[in-house]
């Protein structure tokens, strides 16, 4: 006998679950793609989407996942044999800098910690050695899937600034966009990459890239342009075909407008906070579980934690074995842990389309799949974590 009957729930760190209203926005025939509505929405799309990065700079829309969003920001500004400082604090920073190594690239990691944040002043330090400004970029995640660990992106941006060093500041949003606080403008981000399939609701499949005046006159040099990626050629006040390079994404689009609509009918605020208050009944559910052998949350520093995911060591218990009872006899599918965590971490995505009852539901059966395979626990975690949403409602 299973228990998993009913509608499953995916807390994974993407793809996120999707509203109802979006699935529905995708279910219609093909329309026409020279011009009418679907024009003008794919030009409102355009429009909306620096509003949701909180800039006045322009966003180019890739029919490609976040990966895709990489290469086009590193193809628009770079050229072959430049050399940039990739910032670790996790996994994700350091595969942008090998996608980047495949086009010629050549780059630098500055070694992080898998339980904290990028260290600003370390920054400020290699930066300053960098007297001949050989750094062309330098590259960093907002959150980490991996660690769950948040950077704080003014911060970084505050060292680029004291080391007055000149190089691109390129930051990666996919795990963050919709979930967490960004102000590409105020934080003094030249380039921010994002994907539809995590906080903006969306299936995977559009990549987006948002660029300031300083990564276009950088994108006049570059020599690693090609003729799919390239900026100069998806005009935006021309043809709706230029602007995807192709045919657009039809489907995403009535996805992705719909998404956008619920984002700005909530408010980009009250997005950040519910996400927060979500987020903080997370890390009280694991701090009451927390035990000897038990689980533990990754990142150490509470103003450090992704308000996206939570990254949860399982020390002496089997998270293969926990998560493969939440999936199979529950109907809740977690997170594995990646990288250096295999084998001794799993994830909850808590991102996106997110109410009580649905991250209640799924910390009570995680509570209880780690009764069933008789795992130690300090206390009930989902007491905690309705004790943390009963003090913000």
């Known amino acids: 006998m299973s228990l998993a009957h009913g509608r499953p729930m995916v807390a994974i760190p993407g793809p996120s679950i999707m509203p109802d209203r979006v699935m529905a926005a995708m279910a219609r025939p093909m329309p026409n793609i020279y011009d009418g509505p679907l024009v003008d929405m794919s030009h409102s799309i355009l429009a909306d989407l620096p ?37 670790e604090s ?3 920073a350091v595969n942008w800098g090998d996608l980047a190594a495949v086009s010629g690239v050549k780059f630098e990691v500055l070694a992080g910690t898998e339980r904290g944040p990028v260290d600003p002043a370390a920054v400020e330090v290699r930066l300053r050695e960098d007297i001949d400004h050989e750094f062309k970029a ?16 003014a911060a970084v941006r505050r060292a680029l600034d004291a080391a007055k060093h000149p190089a691109l500041y390129m930051v990666d949003c996919i795990a963050s966009l919709g979930c ?40 006049e040099t570059a020599d690693l342009r090609t003729g799919y990626w390239d900026w100069s050629l998806r005009r935006q006040d021309e043809a709706h ?45 694991v701090e009451a579980w927390s035990i000897r052998g038990g689980l533990e949350l990754n990142i150490t520093g509470a103003m450090a934690r992704s308000a996206a995911v939570s990254t949860i060591l399982t020390h002496e218990i089997d998270p293969d074995r926990l998560r493969r009872v939440c999936e199979t006899e529950a109907g809740l599918t977690l997170g594995l842990g990646i990288g250096s965590f295999d084998g001794r971490a799993f994830r909850i995505g808590h991102m996106g389309h997110l109410n009580p009852p649905m991250l ?26 309705a004790a943390h949403i009963g003090a913000a409602l």
């Open 241 to 285: 075909y230029v602007i995807y390079s192709g045919t657009p994404p039809i489907s995403l689009l009535f996805a992705l407008r719909e998404a956008l609509d619920m984002l700005f009918e909530e408010g980009l605020d009250n997005v950040w906070a519910r996400h927060g208050v979500l987020a903080g009944a997370v890390h009280a559910a």
């Open 360 to 385: 209640l539901g799924t910390l009570g059966t995680v509570e209880a799949a780690l009764a069933a395979i008789g795992a130690p626990v300090g206390g009930s975690g989902v007491a905690a974590a």
């Open 51 to 87: 509003k949701v990065a909180r800039t006045e700079s322009p966003v180019f829309i890739t029919v490609s996942n976040g990966h895709g969003a990489w290469e086009m920001a590193i193809s628009n500004t770079l050229c072959r044999g430049d050399k940039v400082l990739v910032l």
């Open 138 to 153: 330098v590259l960093v995640v907002q959150t980490d899937t991996a660690t769950s660990v948040t950077n704080d992106i």
């Open 180 to 219: 967490e606080r960004f102000e590409m403008d105020e934080w003094g981000v030249d380039v921010m990459v994002a994907a539809s399939q995590k906080g903006l609701m969306v299936p995977p499949g559009l990549g987006f890239v948002w660029r300031n005046d300083k990564a276009a006159k950088a994108h």
């Open 90 to 92: 996790g996994r994700f």
